[in-house]
């Protein structure tokens, strides 16, 4: 089975909805459980699309 690609603007999505409930006390893993995400994801997902805006966003 391959890999799920997922769009510019679902990561920033992800990564938002991530922050919110890492704010509202949740563990990372507990964040990543919830999003359908592995930690390493969310953590390459934070570092890299964080502070950005959906029309921001584009694949390399």
Not at 24 to 36: E, H, S, Y
Request: proline letters at 3%.
């Amino acid at each position: 089975m391959g890999r799920k690609r997922h769009t510019p603007e679902q990561i920033i999505n992800k990564v938002r909805q991530a922050e919110v409930e890492i704010a509202n006390g949740a563990t990372v893993a507990q964040v990543c459980k919830q999003i359908g995400v592995t930690e390493q994801t969310c953590y390459r997902g934070r570092g890299e699309h964080g502070a950005m805006r959906v029309d921001q966003a584009k694949r390399p």
